[in-house]
């Protein structure tokens, strides 16, 4: 009975520290994300809809989605690092329940996939334009990103579907500081083309 009562109290700690490790996430990472895709949206539309913008919004957005997009990168390394860390500790692999564990497999892989995506975008804008290479590296990441994200819903689609009696010991509720606002990621699918194809973003426009 000892050893149950410890198993449930380990697991309900490991949810509240995977939860403090999602919430650096929001503070840190996401804003930086979101507000890249945001600048992108941005001036795609500026460029689609000249007539509903000023001289100069065209600039501003640019150097917005690119900033941002630097900014991002270096932060989503710490917080990949910071999460292996995590999920590579024994007490998580002997105590989290499967579906932890492959969710947050799922959940890694998908902010690597963005990461490598934006690293491949700042890749075009260094070099001038894009290479086979960098658009090699951008369609790579673009597909993993977009089959972790389908295999992490068919998860919790039938994780919550079955049930399971461990959930109300690994309840928390939701991270510190996570809000819809630095949680939900636009997509940018489409738009110009530009994640199947990175020389469609223009460089030349700072100068």
């Known amino acids: 009975m000892l050893l149950f009562a410890f198993y449930l109290f ?108 934006a690293s491949a975008m700042i890749a075009v804008v260094d070099n001038g334009g894009s290479t086979d290479e960098i658009k090699a590296k951008s369609d790579d990441a673009v597909n993993r990103r977009d089959e972790y994200i389908d295999l992490y819903n068919m998860l919790s689609d039938k994780v919550y579907s079955q049930g399971d009696w461990r959930f109300n010991f690994t309840y928390v509720p939701p991270a510190d500081g996570c809000t819809p606002e630095n949680t939900t990621i636009p997509s940018t699918v489409g738009v110009f083309d530009v994640e199947q194809s990175p020389k469609t973003i223009i460089p030349e426009i700072t100068s």
Do not use: T
Request: proline share 4%; charged share 30%; hydrophobic share 35%.
């Open 10 to 117: 380990k697991l309900h700690s490991l949810s509240v520290e995977g939860n403090a490790i999602f919430s650096y996430r929001c503070a840190n990472v996401n804003p930086h994300l979101i507000g890249y895709k945001k600048s992108f949206l941005n001036f795609a539309d500026a460029i689609r809809h000249p007539e509903g913008y000023v001289k100069g919004d065209l600039q501003k957005y640019y150097e917005g989605y690119i900033s941002e997009m630097r900014a991002y990168v270096p932060e989503e390394n710490k917080w990949l690092a910071m999460d292996r860390n995590f999920m590579d500790r024994w007490d998580i692999k002997l105590i989290a329940p499967w579906y932890l564990r492959e969710g947050g497999e799922l959940q890694w892989k998908m902010f690597e996939a963005y990461r490598d995506h």
